[in-house]
């Protein structure tokens, strides 16, 4: 279950994902700390790992577990949310290029992973964001990352603070 290296961190949210594949999902879940705004159709959360600063997640709010099966209000609503969430990212941090995933290999509930690329360096709130796989696959995350829960609330709050 646990990656050789991995932080204490990362270990933590493993395990944590491993116990809901096994009996529950994480999404369909009431309460979410990493939340950033409530739409009708979508759940916008923060994703633990800033390792690319602005990272978030697009979760549907109700259980399916592929992206074909959404109808078109959740489209429309979807295509909305991740043109007001690029915008905000560009103005606050000054991202360059955003890439897109929906997998599901380790949570079966539909989300759309919503990941900022930076060809430079960013200082946010004193910690240094520096996208090391500029022009290459966002995968794999360095392990070494590590970012404070206070600075998370931070991001969490200035990107909520500049949707609409």
Sequence with gaps: MFHQGENSYLKMQRRLIWIYKMDNCIFCEKENKLLI??????????????????????????????LSEIDKEEREELFEILKGLRKVIIKLFGANLFN??????????????????????VI???????????????????????????IIEKIKQKIGSELY
């Design 124 to 150: 946010f709130q004193n910690k240094k964001f520096k996208d090391e796989r500029w022009n290459k696959n966002y995968s794999p995350y360095p392990e070494d990352f590590n970012i404070s829960p206070d």
């Design 100 to 121: 897109y995933a929906s997998l599901g290999n380790d949570i079966r509930h539909l989300h759309i992973h919503f990941i900022p690329r930076y060809d430079h360096e």
């Design 37 to 66: 705004r409530k739409y009708n159709h979508w759940n916008l959360l923060l994703n633990f790992n800033q390792y690319y600063l602005g990272t978030c997640i697009i979760v549907l709010n109700r259980h399916i577990e592929d």
